[in-house]
């Protein structure tokens, strides 16, 4: 099943943003990030109809770090969790919660 790995990693990324890391939310959100980076790291995105697509252009969008500037520990991804708005929150837990249906689906239909 192509999909059933980027299923397990959503599922996953889902996980972590549901009960707060010890090291505070901000953790949480940059291991959800890692899972998902781990999920799509050999998705052909181009197989991916437009909902999926849209959710992931809007996901890669919080993810992106290449403002910032890697210092201190964590790395650039909680650095990046540390600015998030309630809204943002809110959108990544949506998008994140959405895209591990899709996976989920798609892997249970076998596309």
């Given at each position: ?8 990693k ?10 707060p ?15 998902c ?13 437009d909902s999926a697509?849209?959710w ?9 770090v ?11 991804w ?10 943002q ?13 899709w ?6 239909e076998?596309?």
């Open positions: 099943m192509r999909y059933s790995y980027a299923a397990e959503f599922a996953a990324a889902r996980r972590c943003l549901m009960l890391h010890s090291r505070g939310e901000a953790a949480s959100i940059a291991d959800a990030f890692h899972e980076h781990l999920g799509l790291h050999e998705l052909d995105r181009a197989e991916l109809d697509d849209s992931l252009r809007k996901l890669d969008a919080l993810m992106d290449s403002e910032l500037a890697s210092q201190g520990d964590g790395g650039q909680q650095q990046k969790a540390e600015t998030f708005t309630t809204d929150k809110l959108e990544l837990s949506i998008l994140i919660d959405e895209l591990a249906y996976f989920s689906d798609k892997n249970r076998g596309d």
